[in-house]
């Protein structure tokens, strides 16, 4: 299969399910928010050690996939839904 069917399957399949993308903003947002905690937490509790380091880097990866997977419910709930408008318009 070629990359560009690829690309257009997922863009439709992301772009049709808005109640999906929704959670998704919603869950990605919850991530980003546990990740900065736990930076903020290692940063205010811990003392500086190797193991502060360790805990802020741990912290700082589950922000970035928090803000990751906000980012795709987001384009999925705005840009890929507009995409999949106009893609069905145009087979009909």
Request: charged share 15%.
């Amino acid at each position: 299969m070629k990359k560009e069917n690829r690309l257009h399957t997922l863009a439709m399949k992301l772009g049709n399910n808005p109640k999906q993308a929704l959670a998704r903003i919603i869950q990605g947002a919850l991530l980003f928010v546990f990740g900065s905690l736990i930076l903020i937490m290692s940063d205010r509790v811990i003392t500086p050690s190797h193991q502060q380091e360790v805990l802020a880097l741990f912290g700082v990866v589950i922000a970035s996939i928090g803000a990751v997977w906000t980012l795709i419910g987001y384009l999925s709930m705005s840009v890929l839904r507009i995409y999949t408008m106009i893609n069905s318009k145009s087979k009909k």
